[in-house]
């Protein structure tokens, strides 16, 4: 049996004043076993979910260490998912070092800024990764917001949701959740519910219906959410909490003061006292008020004990809550296929959804489940209904208020996330400002092989080595003094140290000799900033 033994160890971490601060420590996580298993300190198994998510036992919650989540991801154009899988099959042989470490992504509960070390003990070898943390939620501290994603481990042998805990990185005096399905990876019905809701955090898991079709060993899916602290609400939103019982019984909550036009409305069920897939329904949602209430869809699981629901509304646009996130509401006009919201801002990361149907047409009833996007500015989500009666999920156009937002620390330059600010720009205040307009001036007067910009004195250099004049190779340009640098089509020069904005204008003042329309004036290099 291989055995895979991870060692963690914090460095160079800074700490805000308002979250915890990390200490420099090095303990041992887990041992991940090959054939999908997690082996804890205690000896204690756990399945993997889809997304390798490295979850600590709650021994170590309860101590001063930091604990942590670790999530790998296969790049499957690279590897063979029948030979390197993590999750539902074997090595065929141990991962090289490029291999492992590639597919980490690192995330605390507490705040931390550097380097994570990560040990991995295989048989006659030891691997050494230097991982960068990237959080995987997002924290407002006045007001109190807390969003992100989690994997969540699908269902067990039963059907029963194998809850995943989310903590919330300081204590939250009357917290409200709001969670949705973000993935498809099982194509079974599947919502998802929260438990055990305090100060704290919360529990989240995939749910079925109890009766539904195929509901055990659902396989993991992605779950997005969005918390807030009732008693420290954004600017512009409102919120509460509802006590409602019985399926589709209304109740009118209003609006204080009144919105002037139509606002986002999410809403979710924040309880666990009737078991299977309990969802909330929203119709008549106007500036003023909207009704509310409990539905089991067409599932017959009982709604016999009352559930609290919260719901939050807020103005449809972009905020800025840490990061980037954006509020929105369709027409009449999602159903059960793919539906596509083309975000505002273009993100460094492929946004997560979180959503609420706002109205009732199609009379079984639905809730919304996302997909995962493959583009950086586009979010995706369908009504889907249960399957308990039948196999058809054919379901009606409604009404969706939706929200899509990024984990990913970034700089926003130009309505586009990046983790850089560009030449040109300065730091300030986790903004990147603009301190000059003008970032390369080149003028090529001298017969050197290297020769420097006016405004940053970036180097470049000519041809593929350090040979220039008089011995010139076909990959150099022609010097000549005071006059420019002659470039054959075969000749070129490169640089590095320019990193551009999203947005810029390039200006070159050249003398073509030839009508080719494939002559290169300028070009990106592959994998670089």
């Not at 082996?39 to 204690?44: D, R, T």
């Not at 993590?86 to 597919?103: D, G």
Request: aromatic share 12%.
């Amino acid at each position: 049996m291989l055995f895979l033994a991870l060692i963690v160890m914090l460095i160079d971490a800074t700490a805000k004043e308002t979250q915890r601060e990390c200490s420099s420590v090095t303990f041992e996580v887990f041992k991940a076993r090959v054939d999908g298993k997690l082996v804890l300190p205690s000896g204690n198994e756990v399945e993997l979910s889809t997304e390798p998510q490295v979850l600590v036992e709650d021994s170590f919650k309860n101590t001063s260490h930091p604990y942590l989540t670790i999530q790998g991801k296969i790049n499957l154009e690279t590897f063979n998912p029948e030979s390197f899988f993590i999750l539902s099959h074997p090595f065929s042989s141990p991962p090289s070092q490029s291999n492992v470490c590639s597919s980490l992504e690192l995330s605390l509960n507490c705040d931390f800024k550097g380097t994570v070390t990560v040990y991995f003990s295989l048989p006659g070898s030891k691997i050494t990764c230097q991982v960068n943390t990237r959080s995987t939620r997002k924290l407002s501290v006045t007001p109190r917001v807390q969003y992100g994603k989690v994997t969540a481990a699908g269902t067990d042998g039963s059907g029963v949701g194998v809850p995943t805990l989310v903590s919330f990185y300081e204590s939250f005096g009357d917290p409200l959740v709001v969670a949705m399905v973000t993935t498809n990876n099982g194509d079974e019905s599947v919502t998802c519910r929260v438990s055990n809701l305090d100060s704290n955090g919360f529990n989240v898991f995939v749910q079925p219906a109890l009766n539904g079709p195929n509901k055990e060993n659902h396989p993991a899916e992605e779950i997005g959410y969005f918390a807030v602290d009732l008693s420290n609400l954004p600017s512009g939103m409102q919120g509460g909490k509802i006590t409602l019982s019985g399926r589709r019984s209304y109740q009118t909550v209003n609006f204080s003061p009144a919105y002037p036009s139509e606002p986002v409305l999410l809403a979710f069920v924040q309880t666990e006292n009737n078991p299977g897939m309990i969802t909330t329904t929203i119709i008549n949602h106007n500036v003023g008020s909207f009704e509310i209430g409990l539905d089991n869809l067409e599932t017959g699981d009982s709604i016999t004990v009352s559930e609290e629901v919260g719901w939050i509304a807020i103005p449809a646009g972009e905020y800025d809550f840490g990061s980037k996130i954006e509020f929105g509401r369709t027409g009449e006009e999602v159903s059960d296929e793919k539906f596509t919201v083309k975000t505002s801002y273009l993100y460094s990361e492929v946004p997560t959804p979180v959503a609420s149907l706002n109205s009732l047409y199609g009379v079984d009833g639905g809730y919304i489940r996302g997909y995962l996007s493959n583009s950086n500015d586009e979010v995706w989500f369908h009504v889907q209904e249960d399957q308990v009666i039948g196999e058809g999920r054919i379901h009606a156009t409604e009404i969706v208020s939706w929200m899509a937002f990024s984990t990913q620390e970034c700089y926003y330059i130009q309505s586009i996330c990046q983790d850089f600010c560009p030449s040109g720009f300065s730091l300030s205040s986790k903004q990147c400002l603009k301190d000059s307009g003008f970032v390369f001036h080149l003028t090529p007067h001298e017969v050197k092989d290297k020769v420097y910009d006016n405004i940053n004195s970036i180097p470049m250099s000519t041809g593929e080595d350090s040979s220039f004049y008089p011995n010139y190779k076909p990959s150099d340009p022609w010097a000549a003094y005071m006059r420019g640098y002659y470039f054959t089509g075969s000749s070129y020069m490169t640089f590095s140290g320019l990193t551009l904005a999203p947005h810029f204008t390039l200006t070159v003042w050249v003398r073509p000799d030839s009508g080719s329309d494939t002559q290169v004036l300028f070009r990106k290099k592959t994998g670089v900033n």
